[in-house]
Structures are given as C-alpha cells and as structure tokens.
C-alpha cells in the first residue's frame, strides 16, 4: 500500500512537472535531463531606428572618426526593441532587448553587443539572459555568447545564432531572427 501510495505521489509529481514546463509557450521549448536544462528560444528583434518612435537612438559618437569611418567605428547606440514570436511586428511580443551595442570594428563592421534580453511571456516571464558577444552583421549568420542570466536563466551559458530577416540600408533598421540554446541547472 505505501508503495502504491508512494508511486502515485511520482505519478502527480511527474504530471505536475511536465505540466510546469510545457505551458502554452509557442516560442521557447525546455528539456530538462538529469544534470542540466537545455532551452531553445525562437524569436525576432526588431531594431528600429527610424521614425518618431525609434527603438534604438545614438548616444554617442566618436569626435575622432566622427562619420568618417565607414564601419561607423565609435559609435554607440541604446536600445529598447521589442522581441516577437514571429518576423512581423505586429506579432505578439514576448520580450524585449535592452542595453547597448557599439561599432567596435575599425577594418569590418562589427557591433559589440552588450545586451540584456528579458522575457515577458508564460513561465518566462520574468527571466533575461546576458549576451555580451561581437556581432559581425554583415554576415548572414552570426552566432554570440550568452553568458548567464536571471531567473529560469540562473546560471546560463548558451549561444545565440542571429539571422538578418530584413535589413533597409537607407534606415538602419533591421529584423534579426534569433535561434538560442542555453542550458541551466536543473
Ligand atoms: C574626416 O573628414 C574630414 C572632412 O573630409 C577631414 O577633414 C578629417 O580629417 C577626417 N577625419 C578623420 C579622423 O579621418
Ligand atoms: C553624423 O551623421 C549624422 C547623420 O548623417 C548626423 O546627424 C550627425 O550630426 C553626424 N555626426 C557627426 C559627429 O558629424
Ligand atoms: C532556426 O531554427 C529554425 C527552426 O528549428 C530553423 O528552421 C532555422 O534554420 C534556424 N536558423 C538558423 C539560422 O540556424
């Protein structure tokens, strides 16, 4: 009979486990293994600098190359852009990326991201990881380290692989979907 009782208790803990991570989350997936967690996250940033309302301003640039520079090498830009489920954005948000990114490459243009991405939606809410990485835009892919975070992404490492969906040159504003591994602790 204890027995019995004990297995059942396993039983509702599993299904409460399970019912725990799988959530109605679209865009994130958690597996969860003996030792650790591994987390996927798909999802778009959208990095407007045009317009009224711009997402990403310039705060600085270097009176030493001013725009002379054609990688744009001392500039500095802070930024709040939403983060969404898909390349449109009007889709649902469920994020969003704030701190800083500068140019930091004076022969390519390279950006160094110094960015903090939080989450918004389901059992994510609440949760951010660090990326502190080079971003090589010019490449279709870059991939940039993830380097720990806060709640669900206690303790992360992980990496993230960025894709530029649209870029408008004239602007500046762009739309980079985002295809992240991390993994944590159980
Ligand atoms: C930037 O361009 C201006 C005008 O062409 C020039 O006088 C200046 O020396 C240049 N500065 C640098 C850092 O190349
Ligand atoms: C650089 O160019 C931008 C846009 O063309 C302009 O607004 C800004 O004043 C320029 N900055 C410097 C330091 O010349
Ligand atoms: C991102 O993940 C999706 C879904 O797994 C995949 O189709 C796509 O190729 C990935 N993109 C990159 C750049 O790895």
Redesign the pocket.
């Known amino acids: 009979m204890a027995t019995f009782i004990n297995l059942l208790q396993i039983l509702i803990f599993l299904v409460t486990a399970i019912n725990a991570s799988d959530d109605d989350v679209t865009w994130a997936k958690r597996v969860v293994t003996k030792n650790e967690v591994i987390t996927t996250l798909q999802f778009y940033f959208h990095d407007k600098l045009s317009g009224q309302n711009p997402t990403a301003i310039r705060i600085a640039q270097s009176s030493?190359?001013?725009?002379?520079?054609s990688t744009l090498f001392g500039m500095l830009m802070m930024i709040d852009d939403p983060l969404t489920v898909g390349p449109d954005p009007a889709s649902k948000i469920v994020g969003r990326a704030r701190g800083m990114y500068g140019s930091a490459g004076q022969t390519d243009f390279g950006l160094i991201m110094v960015l903090s991405y939080g989450f918004l939606d389901g059992i994510y809410d609440g949760s951010s990881f660090s990326m502190l990485s080079i971003n090589p835009v010019m490449q279709p892919v870059r991939e940039m380290a993830i380097v720990g975070g806060t709640g669900l992404f206690r303790l992360a490492r992980g990496y993230a692989i960025a894709h530029t969906y649209m870029a408008d040159p004239a602007t500046g504003d762009a739309v980079v979907g985002y295809n992240v591994t991390i993994a944590t602790y159980v």
């Open positions: 030493q190359t001013n725009n002379n520079s």
